[in-house]
């Protein structure tokens, strides 16, 4: 089974830097995404991870430890339109490899303040 | 950049009836997807569907849940006797091979079962 873990909840500033760590415990593992979601609207790919290290990609990286199960999403220059949830989600390796369904987090509510 | 289609935005049914959810994946993508989620909770796995067939399912994804590609471009979620509980935006995906292709997702439709 899948077991990812998020904050429910951050609030940072304008301007500012936030991290959004996750966490997972999985039976497989084939890769780590972010995902952003405003209110009411689909997911949109922000970033993928499938081996350690550090991803960037303009004002957002995204980072991955698979020994400790572990990834977090960098935003910098923070901006009022960053409000928004943002959903880690872990794709399973099966054995067919056919589904590699995606299993999300819970996501993070980020709330960018003035 | 391609996108994925999904009609209609908004369906309002009454419980016991049948809805019908369509998707027009992106062309050249290969493996489809629903997911749903309900009002406040995360995204939720419910079936993938790769050559013509369903490839993994849920637990959520019972006999009430169907799936088809009637043609090369639509892929639709039959949902029979609808139930409150199904209340949910259930949100279409497609990915291309290789990677982290593709988990585009569509901008969903609300479904409201009364």
């Known amino acids: 089974g899948q077991n990812i873990d998020q904050p429910t909840e951050m609030t940072a500033t304008e301007g500012a830097i936030v991290q959004i760590n996750c966490t997972y415990q999985t039976s497989g593992f084939n890769g780590l995404f972010w995902y952003q979601q405003h209110a009411g609207e689909a997911p949109t790919f922000l970033s993928y991870n499938v081996l350690d290290g550090l991803e960037e990609k303009g004002r957002f990286s995204s980072f991955l430890s698979r020994s400790k199960g572990y990834s977090y999403l960098l935003l910098k220059e923070l901006q009022m339109k960053d409000s928004a949830s943002y959903l880690c989600?872990?794709?399973?390796?099966?054995?067919?490899?056919?589904?590699?369904?995606?299993?999300f987090g819970g996501g993070t509510r980020l709330m960018v303040k003035p | 950049e391609p996108e994925v289609t999904q009609t209609p935005s908004h369906q309002v049914t009454q419980m016991g009836q049948e809805v019908i959810l369509r998707c027009v994946p992106i062309s050249n993508h290969l493996y489809f997807y629903w997911y749903r989620q309900i009002l406040g909770q995360k995204v939720e796995f419910l079936v993938s569907f790769y050559n013509n067939e369903i490839s993994e399912k849920s637990e959520i994804f019972d006999d009430q849940f169907s799936v088809e590609r009637p043609d090369g471009s639509n892929f639709t979620l039959k949902i029979r006797s609808t139930k409150l509980e199904d209340s949910a935006m259930y949100f279409c995906?497609?990915?291309?091979?290789?990677?982290?292709?593709?988990?585009?997702f569509g901008s969903g439709t609300r479904l409201t079962v009364v």
């Open positions: 995906a497609s990915k291309g091979t290789g990677g982290h292709y593709g988990y585009t």
């Open positions: 989600a872990v794709r399973d390796r099966l054995s067919n490899n056919a589904g590699n369904m995606l299993t």
